[in-house]
């Protein structure tokens, strides 16, 4: 059955029988359900109930806009589900489920929302994670541009990591090249005119993560979003009070990121990753570890970057490939390109 | 395959710090450059670690962003508030004026946009019935861009707001500054692509100030300042090419030819240094109708130029470092600059801020 042309209406956001046939036959359907759950996603009940294994659970949420909402290498389904998960794996824990509020402008194609639903699945059923339950809210138009989606997640860990526990002697792995999303919405940018083919590095890192939480020594993790590697490290020097030395020749970037960060004028260590993780390891076990994280195909370019040491407390000190040596500190915001 | 030649080998590197070492003399010896790439390649590689405690490089006025005087802000503010779509180059848009900036126009609900070109100004202009206004700021780099939309028959309804600046005026203009004690030139590379060398030639002959035309990657800056102490220890100062893979010594004749169909040159108005005689761009008489400041009645009036306690002006002109002001990195970052060197991604302190200074020893 046809309704609204295909598009989101007010109606379907108003609790009544159009937004009952909205959540049926175009959004329930398409989302993965916790097997477990004794109340679940499909009970469509005030709330759900989560079967929690033994551990530490861990929560976290965000909210997701990203535009173009369809960009090269995912969408902001994909987007939203790798974000959630990534902050739960970078806690140390299994994500077990995540809440889904979606918040669309009316007249957004049914279709584009069909696309994002399913990409939102597909991340999540890659690492055995249930939407536990969800919510839809429509804004008028010109209101919200396009959709915005918010996700709450849960997990368990054996016990959480935090960005904060590094010592002085410990490795700093880095899971693979750096600077692909930020420098893929970049160059997206319809305003830049760029033929460049470059694509989100955008995925759920929990199956890479898994196994090299397993090896052990793992002492801090964190995934270098906004503000790229840049504002990771630094926040992981300035909490733990260590100063992490890094030789940016060992930093994966690849040839497309560096031609267009350098053309554009912004670094891409200031850029922001969506599949990637920063972690500390003890010394004895960052080979093993690197190991753990290369037998997987998102960890396949993972390498040794540097160390923590106790030269400067609180501040990145950066190698710089040729010899010379700076600080690498906290970018500031927004990048934008330069003039001349 | 084998791996490309990049221009940042260390052990390259390591070879030209020795003949830096070799060469640099024995008592304080101010190198300058003026141009935020440069300060950008220095900065961001750590190369001032390869340099001896005898000699320092410093950006002079390097920075389009940081040059460009109060009362063209306050022109282009001035445009922008008239209801004009204001076309300008990325942070032009955070410069203070006289009472506010770009920025500040637009969040009062003035049309100022951001534009990586100036053809994209055309775009825009072709799209409306609304005058649009292309702010033109940079160097010889940016004035053949500019030069080029007047000469393509651009649309009527496109005006520029003209602020392009010569480099080499201001080079000579800065040898008789006192303190400013330039002992030798490393030139942009990027300027040099379109002039060539001939219009370095006053500084080296007349005024016996070595000039050295260099690269931007690692190992170009390296070898450019080589290039310098050595012509400073022969004392035979001249015009030296350091960046032959870029640069020919006649430049970009094509280019040439259109900034001079398009534009005389005229005294220039530069912010921290004051008005440097033919070190500006106007434009020529058959393009009169194309001048924003004619178009919308711009009166011109000099502004204030300096911030109290801001030594931007001394930063402009290779008289202090970033970190000789007291307000560097304390009341003044590029989140809350002061000066114009802490708002253009090029000028000096927002550099020096975002990478950390002078290198780690």
């Known amino acids: 059955m046809r309704h609204s042309n295909g598009r989101i209406s007010a109606l379907h956001g108003a609790g009544g029988e159009m937004m009952d046939r909205l959540l049926v036959e175009h959004v329930l359907a398409r989302l993965p359900a916790a097997s477990d759950a004794r109340i679940g996603l499909r009970a469509l009940d005030d709330g759900a109930t989560v079967h929690l294994p033994p551990g530490e659970p861990v929560l976290t949420t965000d909210s997701h806009v990203v535009k173009p909402i369809f960009f090269p290498g995912g969408d902001i389904g994909r987007l939203a589900a790798a974000g959630t998960i990534n902050d739960l794996a970078v806690m140390g824990a299994r994500p077990l489920a995540l809440t889904l509020a979606l918040i669309i402008e009316e007249g957004f194609p049914i279709r584009d929302l069909e696309r994002i639903l399913d990409s939102f699945a597909a991340t999540l059923e890659a690492c055995g994670t249930a939407v536990a339950c969800g919510d839809t809210k429509v804004m008028g138009r010109g209101e919200i541009d396009g959709i915005a989606i918010n996700t709450t997640g849960l997990g368990v860990a054996k016990r959480a990591v935090s960005d904060a526990d590094l010592r002085v002697g410990d490795r700093i792995l880095v899971t693979g090249t750096i600077g692909d999303h930020g420098m893929a919405l970049l160059a997206a940018r319809e305003e830049f005119h760029l033929t460049t083919a470059l694509e989100s590095d955008v995925a759920a890192i929990w199956p890479m993560i898994e196994p090299a939480l397993r090896v052990g020594g793992i002492r801090a993790m964190k995934d270098p979003t906004r503000g790229g590697l840049a504002a990771a490290l630094n926040e992981m020097a300035r909490k733990s009070k260590t100063c992490v030395e890094i030789d940016e020749s060992a930093i994966a970037i690849r040839d497309a990121v560096r031609g267009l960060s350098d053309l554009l004028g912004i670094s891409p260590f200031d850029v922001a990753n969506e599949g990637k993780a920063i972690i500390a390891v003890s010394p004895d076990r960052a080979e093993a570890v690197l190991k753990a994280l290369r037998s997987h195909p998102l960890g396949r370019d993972a390498t040794v970057v540097g160390m923590v040491t106790d030269a400067y407390p609180g501040r990145v000190v950066l190698d710089t490939g040729v010899g010379g040596r700076r600080f690498l500190d906290m970018p500031l915001g927004d990048p934008v390109p330069r003039i001349c | ?361």
């Open chain 2, 1 to 361: 395959m084998s791996a490309p030649f990049r221009y940042a080998d260390p052990k390259r590197a390591r070879e030209l710090a020795d003949a830096i070492r070799i060469l640099a003399p024995a008592v304080p010896t101010k190198l300058v450059h003026v141009c935020g790439t440069h300060e950008m390649a220095i900065t961001e590689h750590g190369l001032r670690r390869f340099l001896p405690d005898t000699v320092e490089i410093l950006e002079g006025p390097g920075c389009p962003v940081c040059v460009t005087p109060t009362r063209d802000i306050d022109a282009a503010v001035q445009i922008a508030r008239s209801g004009a779509i204001l076309c300008t180059f990325g942070d032009m848009t955070r410069v203070p004026g006289t009472e506010t900036t770009l920025d500040g126009a637009r969040t009062d609900g003035a049309d100022v946009r951001t534009v990586l070109s100036a053809d994209e100004a055309v775009r825009i202009a072709r799209a409306t019935e609304r005058e649009v206004v292309f702010f033109a700021v940079g160097f010889e780099t940016t004035a053949p861009m500019t030069a080029a939309i007047l000469l393509d028959d651009p649309p009527e309804n496109l005006s520029v707001l003209v602020s392009h600046k010569l480099i080499p005026p201001a080079m000579e203009a800065l040898l008789d500054l006192p303190g400013a004690d330039v002992a030798g030139y490393l030139a942009p590379g990027h300027v040099s692509t379109i002039i060539g060398l001939a219009p370095y030639e006053p500084i080296a002959a007349q005024r016996g100030t070595p000039v050295v035309v260099g690269g931007f990657e690692p190992l170009d800056v390296l070898y450019g300042i080589a290039l310098l102490l050595r012509q400073i220890r022969d004392r035979a100062p001249k015009v030296e090419n350091g960046y032959p893979r870029a640069v020919s010594p006649k430049g970009n004749r094509a280019a040439q030819a259109i900034i001079r169909e398009v534009f005389e040159v005229s005294d220039g108005h530069w912010r921290g240094i004051g008005t440097i005689p033919a070190s500006g761009y106007a434009l020529r008489v058959p393009f009169a109708d194309r001048d924003a400041r004619r178009r919308f009645d711009i009166a011109g009036v000099p502004g204030e130029d300096v911030v109290p306690g801001c030594r931007c002006p001394d930063v402009l002109t290779a008289r202090a470092a970033p970190s000789d002001c007291p307000l560097f990195s304390a009341r003044c970052t590029p989140l809350t600059p002061v000066g114009p060197c802490m708002v253009g991604s090029e000028g000096a302190c927002n550099i020096w801020f975002r990478y950390g200074g002078r290198a780690i020893p």
